[in-house]
């Protein structure tokens, strides 16, 4: 962890680009409405509530903002980002997600966090007291757990009444901290028929507990979905501002471009100081690709995909063989994917081996 930070340094470069991007957009000719604003996991958790408020009130005033505009700020919950709470709150951050992980310190270890399970009980505690809307993860499949486990820690995470859980399923992603683990033996996964159980299990009990999934591993009650998180998943744009972050931007006659900040701190700023920008990279995507970013993202949502926003009409890209005909009908005819005449989805059989399903069908 970084022992020191240039608040007002980090605050002045945030700004800094806010404007540079509302100018850019303006030369495109593309208005936009603030729809939510999200400030990701890692520095920006440990951000002044200060700073927070200098940066929400520039984003307003650059650009018209939607009704119930959220502002959703991610946190671990060790108690000095805790303890910023309340001040958040008052600053302007209207929606909280926490990155518990676990309720079990045994669990805890394994993944390689830093906080213990009375830590997350009481910032979920406190996360509920302070916002309006509160959201926290679970990874499941973990090393060991049976079903009875998962159930057991299911039903209290239930019992905070959050109105929004994300539920992730551990898998190992190269390059990643479980990754590591992984190999060193340190994170065994379960069986395959364990690890399907366990999903079942979790798309059961949040359902009787009126938390759907929306998405493959976010379930909320009705109207309490992540609108910024639903952006994503449904191809609409988004800025990317601060170290390695990433966006979406359109132009007009539907070209797209994708953003790429700087991703160390520390480059991030000296590029803003030397070059006027932290950008990394904004590259053109190309039809094709966007296409492919289309169907990745919104195939995740268990609504899927309104065939009418395709970037390609659906004709086109089965003609272009950007879209396997023949794996696509396999797919259907496996009970994997349901297609209508306007809307395509991964059925419950699709969304538990969504991976492999993307990974075949594109």
């Known amino acids: 962890m970084r022992q020191h930070i240039d608040e007002q340094a980090w605050q002045e470069a945030l700004l800094h680009e806010l404007k540079r991007y509302a100018d850019l957009l303006q030369v495109w000719q593309k208005p936009r409405r603030l729809e939510s604003i999200f400030f990701g996991g890692g520095t920006p958790s440990l951000m002044k509530p200060q700073t927070v408020e200098t940066i929400l009130k520039q984003a307003v005033q650059l650009w018209p903002i939607a009704e119930n505009l959220e502002i959703t700020l991610e946190a671990n919950p060790n108690s000095v980002e805790v303890k910023a709470f309340q001040a958040l709150n008052q600053a302007g951050v209207n929606r909280i997600s926490i990155g518990i992980q676990a309720l079990y310190d045994e669990d805890l270890k394994k993944l390689g966090r830093q906080h213990s399970a009375a830590e997350s009980l009481a910032a979920i505690e406190t996360a509920c007291r302070t916002f309006e809307r509160v959201s926290f993860d679970l990874i499941y499949a973990r090393p060991g757990q049976t079903v009875d486990d998962w159930q057991t820690e299911l039903l209290q995470a239930l019992s905070f009444g959050?109105?929004?859980?994300?539920?992730y399923q551990l898998t190992i992603e190269p390059g990643t901290a479980f990754a590591t683990l992984h190999d060193r033996g340190e994170l065994v996964l379960p069986p395959n028929d364990t690890s399907a159980d366990l999903y079942e299990l979790t798309q059961s009990m949040m359902n009787d507990h009126h938390r759907p999934a929306y998405e493959i591993s976010n379930h909320a009650k009705q109207g309490a979905e992540c609108r910024h998180n639903k952006a994503y998943?449904?191809?609409?744009d988004y800025i990317g501002i601060g170290p390695g972050a990433h966006g979406r931007l359109s132009q007009n006659g539907g070209a797209k471009v994708a953003t790429r900040q700087v991703k160390s701190p520390e480059g991030w700023l000296k590029s803003i100081e030397a070059h006027g920008h932290g950008d990394a990279e904004v590259v053109d995507v190309s039809l094709s690709d966007q296409l492919r970013e289309q169907l990745l993202m919104g195939l995740r949502l268990t609504q899927g995909?309104?065939?009418?926003?395709?970037?390609?009409?659906?004709?086109?890209?089965?003609?272009?063989?950007?879209?396997?005909?023949?794996?696509?009908?396999?797919?259907?005819?496996?009970?994997?994917?349901?297609?209508?005449?306007?809307?395509?989805?991964?059925?419950?059989?699709?969304?538990?081996?969504?991976q492999s399903v993307l990974n075949y069908f594109l």
Do not use: C, F
């Open 233 to 236: 998943w449904r191809y609409q």
């Open 162 to 167: 959050t109105e929004h859980l994300s539920l």
């Open 305 to 354: 995909i309104d065939l009418n926003d395709l970037v390609i009409p659906l004709d086109q890209a089965l003609s272009d063989q950007l879209i396997n005909q023949q794996r696509l009908e396999y797919l259907k005819e496996g009970g994997y994917l349901e297609m209508t005449d306007h809307h395509l989805k991964a059925t419950p059989a699709g969304q538990q081996r969504l």
